[in-house]
Nanobody, 124 residues
């Protein structure tokens, strides 16, 4: 079920920054765990980060800890992924996904609602 919408991807040089946005015109995100995933060519899907309903807890893949920050703006019904110190290995299609059931933790969320993805390319 594809109803989330990602934006903010693009081409950036190594060391640069991007901010990805995830929103949904027909689904209120604030009561749901939201995660960012990525998939590079020839590789499996990796969960990059997750934020719980209410934003009280977050988690990050080891590969992005200290460089990426997930946050949510409930007034804008948007979840962001701020990416800094980007590396070529961060190149991938980035997807946001929502747990359709409210108030679950990231650790037991079932991400059944997805966007179509946004391409991030890190290259000089």
């Amino acid at each position: 079920q594809l109803q989330l919408e990602e934006s903010g991807g693009g081409l950036v040089q190594p060391g640069g920054s991007l901010r990805l946005s995830c929103t949904d015109s027909g689904f209120t995100l604030d009561a749901h765990a939201i995660a960012w995933f990525r998939q590079a060519p020839g590789k499996g899907r990796e969960r990059v980060s997750c934020i719980s309903a209410g934003g009280h807890t977050t988690d990050y893949a080891d590969s992005v800890k200290g460089r990426f920050t997930i946050s949510r703006d409930n007034a804008q019904n948007t979840v962001y992924l701020q990416m800094k110190s980007l590396k070529p290995e961060d190149t991938a299609v980035y997807y946001c996904a929502a747990d359709p059931f409210p108030y679950r933790l990231c650790s037991n969320a079932d991400f059944g609602r997805w966007g179509q993805g946004t391409q991030v390319t890190v290259s000089s």
